[in-house]
């Protein structure tokens, strides 16, 4: 009893000793392991000497993890033996070095074994499972989920069986395999409920449910469970679990909009987890909340966020995540239109995620993805495209390793962990086995009686299948040739299908260039005082385009509408789109009349290049505004388009010329005029094409017509422009019900 008293004061005595100092503080460490006598505090030392420098100097840490279980043996206490093994495991969940955790849990394995404890086999196994579910190797983790499920034994408790077929599901998540995922959570709640059971385990698994809806883009359902998962954790007092669950609730918010509200969870959520002192997650919220600020363009607050997660990942040499931000801030960089600046980032990113060993295939894609984009937006179009080919490659790859590794590691790993029940069931089988062979005995005797008895029925058969198999070879021979026509038309169904896969990749490519080309929200807002646009392709791919550029105080503003929709008006919208870049940047004309007589030009030579006599009608409709804040004027030159001011409740029409740019009318027999336009602070300037009152829909199935959309209009109330875009969509939405979209739709409003 002394003894023990005495070797509870010295393990005290450490634990202090190392609170004060620090577990980094190795010297310390290694003093007191010299001058200490007790074994129980030696093994204590080793293991915090083993965590101290588990991050810097991961062979050094594994000979102290090694000391500390030889010491452990030598003590002749196996349940203390197993103790220290789960203990040192731990150690490996978030550090590179996991390979020596494995080691340690098989060492751990073999001696529960020889042991003959159950019980302890099943820990080690979830203990091996959630290592590599720690590691993002969910593939690895599911066959030693389905070792510690066979070897629970018959009185466990519910939740304990529960809680394992909710991590397998985990498992099958993180793969992207949602069916099987959701399959799993379902029992996992039903065995919950049944027992009335609502835990901390409880409480995750709605997590776990919640993020399935997520995937599926269900974002109301998601937020329903994750609601559901705060409600338990202000009932359970549990701060970890309601931080996690404001998080989680704090991006559905944003995802369906509400971006005040996600940033109120968020903030929550940062402070919950800084009095936790758990800085993993603490910056795993700064960059989350980063993007709420990047959402809501406070460029600088995000980027102020994300260097302070940074700060924290490379404190701790944590490449993957060091990477995560580096993507984040060339994002950031991206939205703010510095797109140089945002490609450096994107290189360091896959710089630091060449150094990971987990997840580095798929991490790679998303930079990669994100780096196309910079190059897109920034007008290197030649290096988009080849940075998306090579996204594209990496995407085929963690495709192939996936359907290749996965089936050989399940494979591997569900057989050795099926060993021991094997094993468990061989001795019971050699005793059914002779029993078998003396049924089988009488068996036989009695087939052979019934044999001599069959040998006549079949002469019998025999003679009525002869007649029978001349009409079944007859049926089969007609059947046969359907069957080859059935093939024929399945293949060339099945080649049908790869060309339109084809076809709509590279059409949704094409809408990604498209977008790229098109003015950013901010660019906008930087200028007017308010702003919406709302654009919707009735295709993947637009024939309406919107184009912007300023100058100081003046700026021009232009809504095109190509002939045509689909894969055909988006290059007529990149026409018009590079038209304007020459005419109004490189030849400098600014007045809109002036514009779009030179616009008719152009575009009547470009689409006549190769001196083709036949009539053509491809060209344009389109609406210029040169907007100018000094002296608060618009000046309007339209073709076959119309601007409308609405003033209070009075609307202001300003007609267009009645001819089209380009086409087949002679360009010196059109004569652009233009309006000029004193504006007021609250006159609203809309722009737009045909295709929302061109739109069909209503209780008569008849079309919105423009002058109903001027009338729409003003009948307006009061409010932020920016809520406008919503306000019309859901218009268009509600007026179209289940009709089939029958244009492109752009429509913009403006507040100078």
């Known amino acids: 009893m002394y003894l023990l008293y005495k070797n509870s004061l010295a393990l005290a005595f450490v634990l202090c000793t190392v609170f004060i100092h620090g577990q980094s503080n190795v010297d310390s460490l290694e003093n007191l392991l010299i001058t200490t006598k007790s074994d129980t505090v030696k093994v204590n030392l080793h293991i915090q000497l083993g965590d101290a420098l588990n991050d810097h100097d991961s062979l050094k840490a594994y000979k102290h993890f090694k000391q500390a279980v030889r010491l452990a043996h030598d003590k002749k206490d196996k349940l203390y033996v197993l103790r220290t093994y789960k203990r040192i495991a731990k150690r490996y969940f978030y550090t590179p070095a996991y390979r020596y955790g494995v080691a340690f849990i098989k060492e751990g394995i073999h001696w529960s074994r020889k042991w003959k404890n159950k019980v302890w086999q099943k820990d080690f196994y979830l203990e091996m499972s959630d290592l590599f579910q720690f590691q993002s190797l969910s593939k690895q983790a599911m066959p030693w989920y389905d070792s510690a499920l066979a070897h629970l034994p018959k009185n466990a408790k519910p ?6 077929i909710m991590h397998k599901g985990r498992a099958y998540y993180d793969i992207g395999e949602y069916k099987p995922a959701m399959d799993l959570y379902v029992k996992a709640q039903k065995l919950f409920e049944e027992n009335k059971i609502y835990d901390r385990n409880y409480g995750h698994l709605l997590h776990f449910i919640g993020s399935i809806f997520k995937r599926q883009e269900s974002y109301d359902k998601a937020l329903e469970y994750y609601e559901k998962e705060l409600e338990l954790a202000i009932t359970l007092k549990d701060s970890s679990l309601e931080a996690e669950a404001l998080y989680l609730a704090g991006g559905m918010y944003g995802n369906l909009g509400d971006l005040e509200k996600e940033h109120d969870c968020l903030i929550k959520s940062l402070n919950i987890y800084k009095q936790l002192g758990n800085e993993r997650s603490y910056a795993l919220l700064l960059g989350n909340l980063s993007s709420n600020y990047n959402d809501r363009g406070m460029y600088k607050e995000a980027l102020a966020n994300l260097q302070q997660a940074l700060g924290i990942y490379e404190r701790n040499a944590d490449h993957e995540k060091k990477a995560w931000v580096y993507r984040a801030i060339g994002d950031n960089y991206s939205r703010q239109g510095k797109h140089a600046q945002a490609v450096t980032w994107f290189q360091k990113a896959l710089e630091a995620n060449s150094k990971t060993e987990t997840k580095q ?7 990669t993805q994100s780096m196309a984009w910079a190059y897109a937006r920034k007008g290197d179009y030649k290096n988009a495209f080849n940075t998306y080919l090579e996204y594209q490659k990496l995407e085929d790859s963690i495709t192939n390793e996936d359907n290749r590794s996965f089936l050989h590691d399940l494979e591997a790993k569900y057989e050795t962990g099926k060993k021991e029940q094997e094993i468990a069931l061989l001795n019971k089988d050699k005793e059914k086995h002779k029993a078998e062979i003396a049924l089988k005995d009488a068996e036989a005797a009695q087939q052979k009686a019934q044999r001599n008895l069959l040998l006549v029925g079949c002469v019998l058969v025999l003679a009525v299948a002869g007649i029978a198999g001349w009409a079944f070879f007859t049926k089969k021979k007609a059947n046969k040739i359907l069957a080859e026509q059935f093939e024929e038309i399945n293949h060339k169904n099945i080649i049908i299908r790869e060309k339109n896969k084809d076809i709509t990749d590279s059409i949704n490519y094409a809408k990604r260039i498209q977008e790229a080309v098109l003015p950013l929200p901010t660019d906008l807002n930087n200028f007017f ?49 590079d038209l304007l870049n020459q005419v109004v940047l490189e030849d400098k004309v600014h007045k809109p009349g002036e514009i779009l007589r030179f616009l ?27 907007f100018d804040k000094k002296e608060r004027k618009v000046t309007f030159a339209g073709a076959n388009r119309p601007l409308v001011i609405k003033r209070g409740e009075e609307i202001i029409e300003l007609p267009p010329n009645k001819f089209a740019i380009g086409g087949s009318q002679d360009s010196s027999c059109k004569l652009f005029y233009q309006h000029e336009v004193a504006l007021t602070a609250e006159d609203i300037v809309y722009m737009f094409s045909d295709g929302y009152h061109d739109q069909f829909g209503g209780a008569s199935g008849k079309k919105f017509k423009y002058q109903q959309l001027k009338d729409y209009i003003g009948k307006l109330t009061r409010q932020r422009l920016a809520d406008h875009q919503g306000v019309f969509a859901a218009h268009f939405d509600a007026w179209k019900g289940d009709i089939e979209q029958v244009d492109d ?8």
């Not at 295939?361 to 930079?367: G, K, N, P, V, Y």
């Not at 654009?535 to 003046?554: L, N």
């Not at 470009?606 to 409709?621: A, C, I, P, W």
């Not at 739709?745 to 100078?752: A, E, H, R």
């Open 159 to 164: 939740d304990e069986k529960a809680d394992i």
């Open 600 to 626: 008719d030009k152009r575009v009547t030579n470009t689409l006549n290049k190769r001196g083709s006599r036949q009539e053509y009608h491809d060209g344009m409709d389109i609406a210029i505004c040169a």
């Open 361 to 367: 295939l798929l991490t790679a894609s998303d930079i």
């Open 745 to 752: 739709v752009c429509l913009i409003g403006v507040k100078i």
């Open 529 to 577: 005082s308010e702003s919406f646009v709302f654009y919707r392709p009735k295709d993947i791919v637009s024939g309406d385009f919107y184009w912007f550029t300023q100058m100081d105080d003046f700026a021009i503003l232009a809504v095109g509408d190509c002939t045509g929709h689909g894969v055909p008006g988006a290059f007529m919208s990149i026409i018009g789109h």
